[in-house]
C-alpha cells in the first residue's frame, strides 16, 4: 500500500512577459503554489494550486491555498493509502468547505502519483485521450489596441494561435467596444476573437456591450456581469446571438447544474482548480454535455505543471466546441517544467505521461521560490 507520506507546498513567483490587464488586476507576475507528494514506496506525485491577481479573482489567494493544505488538509491525508482517491477527497471535502484551488492541487498530486505508479497518463485513468492536441487561445491583455493587433499579428505569423480573447471590461463600455472593433477588424476572417470581461459590467453595460460586440464581430462574451446575477445572465443569454460564457459563475458541478437548468450560459469554461479538481472538472463536463452546451477547456493560468493536468482531462472529452486557453506557461518570463509543454501548429500538444506527464526543473522551482517550502510529514 503506497502511504502518503509526506506533503510538500511551495510558493513560486515567475514574471510575466508583458503586464496581463485584466479588469480587476495587473498581472506582472504570476504566483503558483506546487505541491508534491512523496509515497511510502518511493513514488511521488505533483500537484498545482493557482489563482489570479491574487485575491481580486475569486476568495481564494497564494497564501490561503498554501495555508489550507499545510494546516487543514495535509494533516488529515498523511499515512493515508494514496491509491484510494475517492476516499482521500471524500475526507477532505468533508474537513474542509469550499477552497476547491487547494483542494484541486492536492488531487492532482495523487492521480499523478497514481498514473506514475501504473505506468499510464492520467487521461488514461479517465478513460483514455481521444486527441493528441488542441486548439489553443491566446489572451490580448497588454491595455493598448495596436500593441494587441501587433501581438496577435506575430502570433498568427508564427503558427501559435489564431483564436484571441480580449481582456476587457476597464474602461468604459463604448471604448471596449471599439478596442474590440478595432482588433476584430484588423485581423479579419484569419482569428475567432472574443473577449473576457470578468464580471466588471453592471447589466445595463452589458445590454450595451453584448449589442456592439456582436456587431463587431465577437463570437463570444465570457463572464460580462457578477456571478452571482444569474437571472441577468440567463436575461443576456436569451437575448442576444453572442455565445455567452460562464466563467466565474461556474465553481464545480453543482453551480453548473444551476447554470444549464436556468440557461444562465451558452458555453461552460471549464477549469480543473475551480472545480475542485480533475473528477469534478470531469463532472462539470458531463453536465454541459447533458444540457447541450459548448465547452471550453479554460485556465487559471497555471505554469506547465497545472496545464499539463488540464491537458490530461480535456483531451477525454469528444467536443471542446470553443477550444482550450491553456497557453499559461507561454504568459511567464521562464519555464519551470524540465519538459515544457510543446505549442505548434495553433495548437497544444497532450502529454504523453506517465501521471500528468510534467517533470520539475528544481534549479528554476528554487530559483523563483518565495520562501522555504512547506512539509507535513507522516
Ligand atoms: C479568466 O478569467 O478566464 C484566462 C485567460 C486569461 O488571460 O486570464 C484567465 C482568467
Ligand atoms: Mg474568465
Known amino acids: 500500500m503506497p502511504k502518503i507520506d509526506v506533503i510538500e507546498t511551495m510558493i513560486v513567483d ?115 485521450a481521444v486527441h493528441k492536441r488542441l486548439p489553443v487561445a491566446w ?67 452589458a445590454r450595451w456591450g453584448l449589442k456592439g460586440l456582436q456587431e463587431a464581430g465577437c463570437v463570444l462574451v465570457e463572464q460580462p456581469i457578477k456571478a452571482r446575477y444569474r437571472h441577468a445572465m440567463a436575461e443576456l443569454t436569451a437575448k442576444y446571438e453572442i455565445a455567452l460564457m460562464a466563467d466565474e459563475i461556474l465553481n464545480g458541478p453543482e453551480d453548473a447544474l444551476v447554470v444549464a437548468a436556468n440557461h444562465c450560459a451558452d458555453v461552460f469554461a471549464v477549469k480543473v482548480a475551480q472545480s475542485g479538481g480533475l473528477k469534478r472538472g470531469a463532472e462539470v463536463i458531463a453536465i454541459g454535455q447533458a444540457a447541450g452546451l459548448g465547452l471550453y477547456g479554460g485556465t487559471m493560468l497555471e505554469t506547465g505543471l497545472g496545464t499539463s493536468a488540464a491537458l490530461q482531462l480535456f483531451a477525454t472529452v469528444d467536443r471542446l466546441e470553443w477550444g482550450t486557453e491553456l497557453f499559461g506557461p ?23 505521461g506517465p501521471g500528468i506527464g510534467a517533470e520539475l526543473d528544481m ?6 521560490s518565495r520562501d522555504r517550502s512547506k512539509t507535513v510529514r507522516a
Open 14 to 128: 515567475v514574471p510575466t512577459i508583458r503586464g496581463h490587464v485584466l479588469s480587476m488586476a495587473t498581472m506582472r507576475t504570476q504566483t503558483a503554489v506546487l505541491v508534491r507528494i512523496r509515497f511510502s514506496d518511493g513514488s511521488e506525485g505533483l500537484g498545482e494550486g493557482t489563482t489570479i491577481g491574487g485575491l481580486s479573482y475569486c476568495p481564494e489567494s497564494p497564501e490561503s491555498i498554501q495555508s489550507v493544505i499545510e494546516t487543514y488538509i495535509a494533516p488529515g491525508i498523511v499515512g493515508l493509502d494514496g491509491d484510494d482517491i475517492n476516499a482521500v477527497t471524500q475526507l477532505v471535502d468533508r474537513m474542509v468547505q469550499g477552497n476547491r484551488i487547494a483542494k484541486s492541487a492536492i488531487e492532482t498530486a495523487l492521480w499523478d502519483g497514481l498514473g506514475k505508479r501504473l505506468g499510464v497518463p492520467v487521461s488514461q485513468l479517465f478513460g483514455g
Open 139 to 205: 489572451t490580448l491583455a497588454s491595455g493598448n489596441s495596436d500593441t494587441d493587433i501587433a501581438e496577435a499579428e506575430e502570433m498568427i505569423e508564427r503558427g501559435r494561435h489564431n483564436i484571441f480573447k480580449l481582456k476587457i471590461g476597464k474602461r468604459a463600455v463604448a471604448d471596449d467596444v471599439a478596442h474590440v472593433s478595432k482588433i476584430a477588424k484588423a485581423l479579419g476572417d484569419r482569428a475567432s476573437i472574443r473577449v473576457d470581461v470578468n464580471q466588471a459590467w453592471s447589466l445595463q453595460d
Open 330 to 352: 507561454l504568459l511567464l518570463t521562464d519555464e519551470i517544467l524540465a519538459n515544457p509543454i510543446v505549442y505548434k501548429d495553433f495548437n497544444v500538444e497532450v502529454p504523453q
Open 363 to 368: 534549479d528554476k522551482v528554487n530559483f523563483y
